[in-house]
């Protein structure tokens, strides 16, 4: 009778620590279906920032016949060299200043602030044009940095080297939901030039291809929030420790009592 209560309780603690599979599962409630579905979005259309750091290249073929980077001033195989990590990169990018402002050689000063990298692309461009015949100009952001924190395998800050990145594809970068973080609460915090603005997400949620927050922006923040009972399942081997222990001692008070009773 005692063992079948002891059993009896250990069950009872298993089975409320146990996480359904359901809860493992991202955009579960999606129709099994062989067909594809597709779900409407925005791709969102940044605008650089302050503090952004952007990496131009405007090339053009000298009299020699090579490919030479005007900016720069070398040929495109050493340019190739200062392209190698990603320390590199950012000592040959252009940084956004506080007036919005970047300073390219010949070019002099450009207002780059509130505008897509393609907005300056063509803006570069026509500026290029008035100094070079036949050049080729190109501009990305480099500083695309999102943050991942609370329950990932991995947290921490990464960098993007795409134009575009999703929300799976941070969490992805970030080792994944760990085991006691919650798919269905996500929260993205983008910071916005009127303040911080926050979205909630469910990873298990169709609705999330479709959501605002779906493709993330530089500096985004990603929290994945923890179960409500991480704390009991991190020290339920203690638990099952001193419950087994307590057990087992009034156990055998219990026969030691009835044997010299008897």
Not at 158 to 176: D, H, K, S
Request: hydrophobic fraction near 40%; aromatic fraction near 12%; charge should be negative.
């Amino acid at each position: 009778m005692k063992q079948t209560y002891r059993i009896f309780i250990f069950s009872i603690i298993v089975l409320s620590s146990c996480t359904s599979t359901e809860k493992l599962s991202y955009l579960y409630n999606l129709p099994e279906s062989s067909e594809p579905q597709y779900f409407s979005f925005d791709v969102p259309d940044y605008k650089v920032q302050y503090r952004d750091i952007l990496y131009i290249t405007a090339k053009a073929m000298n009299a020699q016949g090579s490919i030479e980077d005007l900016l720069l001033g070398v040929g495109s195989y050493n340019q190739s060299a200062y392209l190698r990590d990603e320390a590199s990169q950012y000592i040959i990018g252009y940084d956004v200043n506080e007036d919005g402002n970047i300073f390219l050689p010949i070019v002099g000063e450009l207002q780059v602030a509130d505008k897509t990298i393609e907005q300056i692309r063509i803006l570069l461009q026509s500026e290029i044009d008035k100094y070079f015949n036949n050049t080729y100009v190109d501009c990305k952001l480099l500083s695309f940095k999102f943050t991942v924190m609370g329950e990932a395998k991995s947290p921490g800050t990464y960098i993007n080297y795409n134009n575009y990145l999703t929300v799976l594809e941070a969490i992805g970068r970030a080792g994944g939901v760990g085991d006691y973080g919650r798919r269905d609460r996500v929260l993205v915090v983008r910071p916005s030039e009127g303040g911080s603005k926050t979205y909630r997400i469910n990873l298990q949620d169709k609705a999330l291809l479709s959501s605002e927050a779906y493709f993330l922006q530089p500096n985004d923040v990603v929290i994945i929030e923890s179960v409500e009972h991480k704390v009991f399942n991190m020290n339920l081997p203690t638990f099952s420790f001193i419950l087994t222990t307590l057990t087992s001692a009034i156990t055998t008070t219990l026969l030691l009592i009835n044997f010299f009773g008897n």
